[in-house]
């Protein structure tokens, strides 16, 4: 990268933070907590200043906070909470010595400060938002409550910019100012989680309960000290700690949901115990589990129109879905704290998500498309699809700071493991018929219309089983420290940080496949090719009729009597075997110092990464698999450097620039390929592992004004600009591909920019006559523009424009709430603009196949029995929004999913 022009002011702030080190006569410290006076809960986020030395830092998750090296003498201690009133005492610090103070928070014209409920839900996030050096965007544990979220990717969607991508209605991917999940990072506790997709970095957070967590932090631009693989944020996932709460805490819950689709009654229970033994040592058990049955409707093209002179329609599926997923999530975190210049901790998870899925299809294929209205012959495939998957997600971390005379020592070690397994399962048992005079209606939710005889199981004939087996584990190991000193530079406060970090991640995936056909040949014949052999009732199904549904079971039979010797795929069960090492060395030097009410933060990371594919390829030309195996090393510098300038205790604002990368998905880097000859015409598909990574320069700016109470109103906007943007292209015909009629990979293209603003606005209205006074809205809205370039051969290099894939222009969210001592409610929406999914074909737009703008509105509300007890009613997807995709235009489907509303009940107690 070239950054030479960039990096003058970086240089200087280091090598300010770096002169600073100079011993000087620093001789005692000041330790402290800060807790809310009534219910004694500590407060995370206050801002503690000394006055005198113009010192400031933040409260941390406990509520600590600590001053090392303060010259001997009297000083003024401040302290500051939204929500609170400001605090100051007079403190004397002694020469070698440790001065403890506890700071005893109120309310500012308030009974006392809220540090549960959405009052207090809010100020914590935005406590920790407007001490942060970067632009963070916070959701603390107590807000989940205040939402119908079973997982913390539904969660995250109530946050700034982020919205999420959801499979069956249920929310699984992130995305961070609309760019998609791979673009972005996640940690729990500092460790990086990895994936249990086969192929992709991106993860899953449904498989992580929301119970277990006690905030989830996302940062939109990144300082040196944290790890630079993020385009669009970094979540950092913290999970409970004794610490967080003053004693013995007790949170257990119990809950029915009502599935509309189904008319199904699903259980989740929750319970979570943490407690403080002499001061030292903390115990948190927290568990989770959830067992849903639901299902959803669907029919889709596929984008299979033909835009000519009129549009016709080429192909149509319906599918009817059955699911049953079960959530078990089951933390126990350890905080030990032998004197008060140590701590250590130890987080584990362990989280098991069991997806069983039973998918009845009817697929019709015309002989030539036809216009809606419009009769035609068709090829019909009735199928069935049934398996069970299981992704587990295991986390270990063990750490610790020690506090020295001169330094903080910060130290870590993690372990973690995500594993996908699916054992033999029906991945397509295939009935095919032919039938005249069948239309459809409607282009948007396509209805297909046909003759009696369709809908007859005894018309369809088996024609292909396929089972598959497959298996993915993604494990990262990592170990790192951090080495921190503070101290001033005349009389500016400053501090300086560097620090190491080694990763090794490794990525296998295994699958098998076995194909039955030719039954015949394998004395299958007469009535045990009929689909009557197979059928059961009548499909649920809400969009059209489907006809009678598969059953495994009689699948099952027939598969079991058969020799699977004789129906191995040996391609498609060596192809797709691979296996990825990743190793990662990083280190960093950063520095900031404070010029009155400015802050200025720079530094810079270095990371190396070695990278070894091991594949193997099959060239039916040659009928014969070959060993595909890679080697390489590359290395990114990443300056970067932040300003904060507060105007006021309570007006912040902030400008960075750095750069960051985005290393290509193990799906673009499988070194498998497959090379088939067909009628002298030679194709080839294939991953790529000399993939360069995503490089991308971050400019941002944003003001943030905090108001009385719990409130704050924020604008932004950013830039990047991005090189090595990846993207699947055919490379048939050119250069060494010249020979092929197709070469279908991952390739790097041309820069890629995007562009946006960010709004925010919270506020309580506390300062509202008595009755009103409970009234809390939140909302935040982002729009964003972004623009790439893809290029194809046809008569040499062509080229056009697209957004980013996955990148929505508008993502909005609102919420508006009322609660006092004996109710609250909240009424939430969360909107996101249509975004581009897929590029069907390079050199027409008209078959870009792009989701549709999605709004889902929910609603929570509560009863406080006792102060104790709680009963909550939680209404998620209030108005029915379907899932919708379309080709080119908007009323040309490619994919319609409907799943109904869920009603859940249920009744919690917490210890107070």
Request: hydrophobic share 35%.
């Amino acid at each position: 990268m070239k950054t030479s022009r960039s990096l003058s002011p970086i240089y200087m702030a280091l090598a300010a933070a770096s002169l600073a080190v100079v011993p000087q006569a620093w001789s005692g410290h000041i330790q402290g907590i800060i807790k809310d006076e009534k219910s004694q809960q500590p407060l995370q986020g206050a801002l503690i200043s000394i006055e005198e030395l113009n010192l400031q830092l933040q409260s941390n998750r406990d509520g600590r906070f600590f001053f090392p090296e303060i010259e001997a003498g009297e000083y003024t201690l401040v302290a500051h909470y939204l929500g609170g009133s400001t605090y100051k005492e007079r403190v004397a610090v002694a020469t070698d010595g440790v001065t403890h103070t506890q700071i005893q928070l109120s309310g500012d014209g308030l009974e006392h400060i809220q540090v549960v409920g959405q009052h207090g839900a809010l100020s914590n996030s935005l406590n920790r938002q407007r001490a942060s050096d970067n632009l963070v965007s916070i959701l603390s544990a107590d807000a989940l409550g205040n939402f119908p979220d079973t997982n913390i990717s539904e969660a995250l969607q109530r946050v700034p910019g982020l919205s999420i991508e959801r499979d069956q209605g249920e929310g699984r991917f992130i995305r961070v100012r609309g760019l998609a999940p791979d673009y972005n990072a996640v940690s729990m506790n500092g460790a990086r989680l990895p994936s249990p997709e086969s192929d992709r970095r991106a993860v899953a957070l449904d498989v992580l309960p929301a119970d277990l967590l006690q905030s989830v932090e996302v940062s939109k631009t990144l300082t040196p000290d944290m790890d630079a693989d993020s385009l669009g944020g970094s979540i950092e996932v913290k999970s409970l700690s004794a610490f967080d709460r003053d004693d013995t805490h007790i949170n257990i819950s119990a809950e029915a949901s009502h599935d509309e689709l189904t008319q199904n009654i699903n259980p989740k229970l929750a319970a979570s115990y943490s407690d403080i033994f002499n001061d030292v040592f903390g115990v948190t058990v927290a568990a989770s589990w959830y067992n849903r049955d639901f299902g959803s409707d669907n029919v889709e093209t596929g984008g299979d129109w033909a835009f000519d002179d009129t549009s016709l329609l080429e192909v149509a599926e319906q599918r009817d879905y059955e699911i049953n997923r079960e959530r078990l999530g089951i933390g126990v975190n350890f905080d030990f704290r032998p004197n008060e210049n140590n701590d250590l901790y130890l987080r584990t998870l362990y989280s098991a998500f069991v997806d069983n899925e039973t998918r009845n299809g009817n697929e019709v294929s015309w002989d030539e498309g036809v216009s809606e209205g419009v009769t035609g012959t068709v090829e019909a495939t009735r199928s069935l699809k049934s398996r069970e998957e299981t992704q587990k997600i295991g986390s270990l971390v063990f750490g610790g700071q020690s506090r020295l005379d001169k330094w903080t020592v910060d130290y870590q070690a993690s372990w973690s493991r995500a594993t996908a397994d699916k054992p033999r399962n029906i991945a397509g048992a295939e009935f095919e018929s032919e039938f005249d005079d069948v239309l459809f209606e409607n282009s948007q939710i396509p209805k297909l219309i046909a003759p009696d005889r369709f809908y007859n199981a005894s018309e369809y004939e088996l024609k292909e089983i396929e089972i598959a087996e497959s298996s993915a584990e993604d494990t990262i190991a990592s170990v790192q420290f951090d080495l921190t000193k503070n101290g001033l530079i005349t009389d500016m406060p400053f501090a300086v940080k560097f620090g190491a970090k080694y990763t090794a991640r490794t990525k296998e995936n295994s699958e098998n496949i076995w194909i039955y056909e030719d039954f015949e040949d394998q004395g299958v014949n007469g009535e045990q090719l009929l689909m009557t052999a197979y059928s059961g009732a009548e499909s649920d199904y809400n969009l059209g009729r489907l006809g009678p549904s598969i059953m495994a079971a009689p699948v099952w039979n027939l598969v079991n009597s058969l020799n699977p010797d004789n129906a191995v795929d040996e391609i498609e069960s060596t192809i797709n075997d691979f296996t990825i090492d990743e190793d990662i060395t990083a280190a960093y030097l950063m520095g900031h110092v404070d010029i009155d009410k400015l802050r200025i933060l720079a530094g810079v990371r270095f990371e190396h990464t070695s990278l070894q594919t091991f594949g193997t390829g099959f060239n039916e030309e040659e009928d014969d698999f070959i060993a595909n195996n890679t080697e390489r090393d590359y290395e990114h510098w990443l300056p970067s450097i932040h300003a904060n300038y507060k105007f006021s205790e309570n007006t912040v604002f902030r400008a960075s620039w750095g750069n960051s990368i985005v290393r290509p998905t193990f799906s673009q880097l499988a070194p498998g390929f497959l090379i088939e000859v067909d009628d002298d015409e030679i194709e080839a598909s294939f991953g790529n592992p000399d993939l360069k990574a995503l490089e991308s320069t971050n400019w941002d700016l944003s003001i943030e004004h905090y108001m009385g109470g719990v409130g704050v109103i924020s604008a932004g906007a950013f830039y990047k600009e991005i090189k090595h943007f990846i993207y699947e292209t055919d490379l048939g015909g050119y250069d060494k591909y010249a020979n092929f009629d197709t070469a279908q990979t991952f390739i790097n293209g041309d820069d890629a920019d995007i562009t946006g603003v960010e709004l925010a606005y919270v506020q309580d209205f506390v300062f509202l006559p008595e009755a009103w006074r409970g009234l809390i809205f939140t909302g935040n809205v982002t729009w964003s523009d972004s623009n790439a370039q893809i290029a194809w051969l046809d008569d040499g290099v062509q080229s056009r424009n697209i957004p980013l894939p996955s990148q929505s222009d508008i993502t909005a969210n609102a919420s508006l709430g009322y609660e006092n001592a004996y109710v609250s409610f909240n009424l939430s929406a969360a909107y996101k603009s249509e975004y581009l999914i897929e590029v069907n074909e390079l050199d027409d737009a008209n078959f870009d196949i792009y989701q549709d703008a999605h709004t889902q509105w929910d609603f929570v509300a509560k009863g406080y029995l006792t102060n104790t007890v709680t009963i909550y009613l939680k209404g998620i997807n209030l108005t029915d929004e379907p899932l919708y995709a379309y080709t080119g235009r908007s009323n040309y489907n490619a994919q319609y999913e409907e799943y109904g509303r869920t009603i859940q009940l249920g009744i919690q107690f917490i210890n107070m």
